[in-house]
């Protein structure tokens, strides 16, 4: 006897896909986070994931809504991938429809179904608390967003290698390790693979607009997963490079009054310390009285603003160099300030960043470029 029948299974997908509040599995959740994930729940997490390539889904949701799934309750790499082509494929054919004659009616047309595809995802993660899901889905965005063709081109090979319908079926990708979504190589059916390589990194992929988002959680994994999505945002409006000499000429400014007054630099202490308690800034310490009484704040600034002029000015922005550098800057930082706010202020990012949190968010912003389509042989 089938208790759920392939009605009751439309319904449900419907419900869960335009009414349901998204939620976590109770009994796993506790141990699937950021900071706390055990090895079987993280297991038993994966092996529930829905695949959305199947007929049901698609034929009853719309990619908006399979995307709401994907980032709610969580979908296999290989079908979010899918989802994600599909959104690409679309915005390419629209883009090559706009008459080329029409110059300025090409200068002004955006077709952004993609990034309102994985926003619909993300905003589902949100209100679900998935850390996992949403940063799966930053990072095979990132993936699909610049390196389509790349996918594509796996795709075709498969085709032309004649592989047959039921294994083609059966093809899902399988996460070679455990601790994450996505993690380390990411492969199918042994003909192709999405894998990790350091260099050459593609650029940042197309901004996504996470601001709402951020407003909405206060949960670190989410944080830190919303504050990659403003870092590459950051990085190919070029709206970091900006800022960065904005903050270099401050920071040389405060230096050059410093050496020559101290009561400047209690001044300025004082500021810091009406400033970490009037808004909260993440810190978890207090700017240091003696730094600022010797000349350890004005080292620590000047050191803190040539390694910043060197992260723009040294080969290309809108690349890992950039992201390694500022990873470095962050993660000597002992009990900043004032350095914190300036890199608040350069990645875009509000004053719940600690440290802690944007080391996080840089790191998951490497791991965004870090990932490269490319092709093996048969096993």
């Known amino acids: 006897v089938r208790v759920f029948t392939n009605a009751m299974e439309k319904d449900l997908l419907k419900i869960a896909a335009r009414d349901l509040n998204p939620f976590q599995n109770t009994t796993i959740a506790y141990k699937t986070t950021m900071e706390n994930t055990g090895e079987a729940q993280l297991q038993q997490k994966m092996e529930e994931l829905l695949?959305?390539?199947?007929?049901?889904?698609?034929?009853?949701?719309?990619?908006?809504?399979?995307?709401?799934?994907?980032?709610?309750?969580?979908?296999?790499?290989?079908?979010?991938?899918?989802?994600?082509?599909?959104?690409?494929?679309?915005?390419?054919s629209l883009d090559v429809d706009v008459d080329s004659n029409n110059v300025h009616a090409h200068q002004n047309h955006h077709n952004n179904h993609l990034q309102d595809i994985v926003n619909e995802g993300l905003a589902s993660a949100v209100r679900s608390s998935d850390y996992h899901t949403a940063r799966q889905l930053l990072i095979l965005y990132s993936l699909v967003a610049t390196q389509a063709d790349e996918i594509d081109d796996l795709k075709t090979?498969?085709?032309?290698?004649?592989?047959?319908?039921a294994t083609a079926q059966k093809a899902r990708i399988t996460h070679i390790t455990k601790e994450n979504f996505c993690d380390a190589v990411v492969k199918t059916n042994n003909k192709?693979?999405?894998?990790?390589?350091?260099?050459?990194?593609?650029?940042?992929?197309?901004?996504?607009?996470?601001?709402?988002l951020r407003s909405a959680t206060n949960s670190d994994g989410l944080l830190a997963v919303l504050g990659a999505a403003q870092v590459l945002r950051a990085m190919q409006d070029g709206g970091a490079k900006k800022r960065v000499y904005e903050c270099v000429s401050a920071i040389d400014e405060w230096v050059d009054h410093g050496q020559n007054s101290v009561a400047f630099r209690l001044a300025s202490w004082r500021d810091q310390l009406a400033a970490q308690a009037d808004l909260k800034i993440a810190m978890k310490h207090d700017s240091s009285f003696m730094a600022f009484v010797s000349n350890?704040?004005?080292?620590?600034?000047?050191q803190f603003a040539r390694k910043l002029e060197n992260a723009v000015s040294e080969g290309n922005f809108q690349s890992l160099e950039f992201l390694k550098a500022i990873n470095e800057i962050v993660s000597k930082m002992h009990s900043p300030c004032l350095r914190l706010e300036l890199l608040q202020f350069v990645l875009g990012l509000d004053n719940r960043f600690s440290v802690a949190h944007l080391a996080r968010s840089v790191e998951l912003a490497i791991s965004c470029l870090s990932m490269r389509a490319t092709t093996t042989s048969a096993d």
Do not use: C, W, Y
């Open 157 to 165: 090979r498969d085709e032309s290698n004649e592989i047959d319908n």
């Open 296 to 302: 350890k704040a004005i080292t620590n600034r000047k």
């Open 192 to 212: 192709g693979e999405l894998q990790k390589h350091t260099i050459p990194a593609p650029p940042p992929p197309p901004p996504l607009d996470t601001d709402r």
């Open 51 to 92: 695949d959305l390539d199947d007929e049901n889904m698609q034929q009853m949701l719309t990619p908006e809504e399979r995307a709401r799934i994907a980032g709610g309750f969580g979908a296999t790499d290989e079908s979010t991938v899918s989802l994600l082509m599909e959104a690409k494929r679309l915005d390419n």
